[in-house]
């Protein structure tokens, strides 16, 4: 049987992620505050 050893959640595309205990999926399948927020040149 599969498990999630580790949850991780990265706000802000390509920079360190944030370990969490819990998280809430989307209807889109993605993560509640998941790449929300991208750096743009």
Excluded: E, H, Q
């Excluded at 949850?7 to 999926?25: E, F, Q």
Aim: glycine fraction near 4%; aromatic fraction near 8%; include cysteine.
């Amino acid at each position: 049987m599969a498990r999630v050893a580790d949850l991780r959640i990265y706000p802000v595309k390509s920079l360190s992620g944030n370990r969490v205990d819990s998280c809430r999926p989307l209807p889109s399948g993605a993560l509640s505050l998941d790449r929300r927020w991208a750096f743009v040149d």
